[in-house]
């Protein structure tokens, strides 16, 4: 079974500081990874979808990575600002119709 | 374009007691998947509907069913609800078929068993 794993679990920096988001899967055979955006309370929304053949995707100020052989993604976000704080979730899709999730990272930006 | 959407947002139930938590969307996807999100457990599949007619099992359907009305409609029924059911129930939908896969989510319905 494939087990999604984010760390860390919650993270605090200054605004303004750059920073990395971890995730790691134990299946490499994937047919895409997706990095989703939790605020409190509130359903997700999608940031960056990364297909297998891809290496990295990105979108203003956010970056994501992929290494497949690995296991690993990694989301970078730049610049951070405090209306960046929330969870951020990882899923990857094993197979046509699944999408396995970690438990996210909560992130906290200090104005 | 109203995306995903779910009704109810919450709902008290007691232990025992049915009911439908509805999902519907207007992108004209062609698969919908229901979750739920537990602490610390991240999100889980419960059921999926591959396609209109379709519907399959996820990682953890006991206690449910579903139903996939028409292409944009999709239902969740708790016949007999208990405690460990208390959760947020999340639908999503996606157009398979297409290079892109990306899922789209709804708003979630808060569910409390007592």
């Known amino acids: 079974k494939q087990e999604v794993t984010q760390i860390p679990a919650a993270l605090s920096v200054p605004e303004g500081e750059n920073l990395v988001l971890n995730c790691s899967f134990t299946d490499s055979a994937i047919y895409n990874l997706q990095w989703f955006r939790q605020d409190p309370g509130k359903g997700l929304t999608s940031l960056l979808l990364i297909q297998s053949s891809q290496r990295e995707q990105t979108s203003g100020r956010l970056n994501a990575s992929l290494d497949k052989s690995s296991g690993r993604s990694t989301l970078y976000i730049a610049a951070s600002q405090p209306g960046d704080s929330a969870t951020y979730l990882c899923?990857?899709?094993?197979?046509?119709?699944?999408?396995?999730f970690g438990t996210g990272t909560r992130l906290t930006v200090i104005p | 374009n109203a995306g995903v959407t779910q009704t109810p947002k919450f709902q008290v139930l007691k232990t025992g007691q049915s009911m439908t938590l509805q999902c519907a969307q207007d992108?004209?996807?062609?698969?919908m998947y229901w979750y739920r999100q537990d602490p610390g457990m991240g999100l889980r599949l419960i059921y999926y509907?591959?396609?209109?007619?379709?519907?399959d099992k996820g990682e953890v359907p006991n206690g449910y069913n579903v139903s996939r009305l028409n292409k944009r409609e999709f239902s969740l029924r708790l016949e007999s609800a208990a405690p460990s059911q208390t959760s947020v129930y999340f639908c999503a939908s996606r157009l398979v078929g297409t290079g892109w896969n990306e899922q789209f989510f709804g708003p979630g319905t808060r569910l409390t068993v007592l």
């Open positions: 899923a990857v899709r094993p197979r046509a119709n699944n999408l396995f």
């Open positions: 509907s591959a396609s209109e007619g379709t519907t």
């Open positions: 992108m004209n996807h062609n698969s």
